[in-house]
């Protein structure tokens, strides 16, 4: 069973708009949450990240926001841009390295 | 540099060759990992090496061998695969191997025949 699930597998919006893209967690134990972003012939690159400790953290156009009590959290992208169009995978911990991760949303920002 | 560096980024196989992957970072980490990513599944962990010893083997059959020689580095020997092992092989690196951003490489892309 999937501990980390993005139901999403494709996300379309127009550039200049907000992309949000969501990630649900069963494991009530996760504490610590990642965000990648990977590009067609690349690796995983780090984007963001949020401890169970707050609910929201920012970096730029990038926010993610934590809803516990839901076991959900969002990433979101104000504004979109097209070299945003990307597969984004959300990754959650309970406390160690080992990660577990979703099956990615792909998104496509459009121009 | 590239932080996180993988090579071959291809590698075709049959089920009788031995081959080795080769993962080198750059950014003074101290924990390396190998993860496996099949189509259309999440990244599994295969292997976790903190300050050279291993610390993980998530049950990955024996076919997968990991060395690592030094922090800098890590390989995974690959022998007498399968099919079904065919995928995307990522290494990534981070600080410690404790809760802490992992950064990947490009990672190679196996298929075996």
């Known amino acids: 069973d999937q501990q980390v699930k993005q139901n999403s597998p494709s996300l379309r919006v127009q550039e200049g708009r907000i992309s949000i893209l969501n990630c649900d967690y069963t494991?009530?134990?996760?504490?610590?949450f990642l965000w990648y972003k990977k590009y067609p012939a690349e690796g995983p690159t780090f984007l963001i990240s949020i401890s169970s400790i707050k609910d929201k953290n920012e970096d730029g156009r990038f926010t993610v926001f934590l809803n516990k009590s839901a076991k959900h959290l969002s990433l979101h992208i104000v504004p979109s841009q097209p070299g945003d169009s990307a597969v984004y995978f959300c990754?959650?911990?309970?406390?160690?390295?080992?990660?577990?991760f979703g099956t990615g949303t792909r998104l496509k920002v459009l121009a | 540099e590239t932080g996180v560096t993988q090579t071959p980024r291809h590698l075709v196989m049959g089920m009788t060759n031995k081959k080795s992957l080769k993962c080198e970072q750059h950014l003074g980490h101290n924990a390396m990992y190998w993860y496996k990513q099949s189509a259309k599944k999440p990244l599994e962990l295969m292997f976790v090496y903190s300050l050279e010893e291993r610390v993980e083997n998530n049950s990955v059959p024996s076919r997968f061998s990991p060395e690592c020689p030094n922090s800098s580095h890590l390989f995974l020997h690959l022998h007498t695969l399968q099919p079904e092992d065919s995928a995307l092989y990522l290494c990534?690196?981070?600080?410690?191997?404790?809760?802490?951003?992992?950064?990947f490489g490009a990672g190679t892309r196996l298929s075996v025949l």
């Open positions: 990754a959650a911990s309970a406390g160690t390295y080992k990660y577990i």
């Open positions: 494991n009530s134990m996760f504490d610590y």
């Open positions: 990534a690196s981070s600080q410690e191997a404790l809760v802490d951003i992992q950064y």
